[in-house]
């Protein structure tokens, strides 16, 4: 694997990551909206990665999709909030911010690991070539 492979693959990484917290930043920012465009509470999304084998990366990983999850919202008794139903209760996207937080500093050490493989490929190549000038 050459030093452009290696910065290849680490570049997938950061922008899989990156596309991963950008989404789970969005639900965490939504996790308290009842109501959307399509109607109803905010859907989590998120987001499945796959290898990638061919093509100009010869490794890494990319974004495969992003879908909404499919569990039911949470369930609130608040009979004054303005989307209550008939019966006093209001739909919450069904979203913990505590398990997002978690997934979040997941996906931000991910995004530093790849950035510490670019930083190690570099001084590699830094040290190589100073071989060469001695």
Known sequence: MSFYDVLDVASTGLSAQRIRISVLSSNMANANTTRTEEGGPYRKK???????LQGEHKGGVQVDKIYEDTKPPRLQYDPTHLDANEEGYVAFPNISP????V?????AR???????????AKQLASSALSIGRS
Not at 103 to 107: F, R, V
Not at 110 to 120: K, P, Q, V
């Open 110 to 120: 991910g995004y530093e690991a790849n950035i510490s493989t670019i930083t190690t």
């Open 46 to 52: 998120n987001v499945i990665f796959k290898q990638v």
């Open 103 to 107: 997934n979040l500093l997941e996906a």
């Open 98 to 101: 505590v398990e997002e937080m």
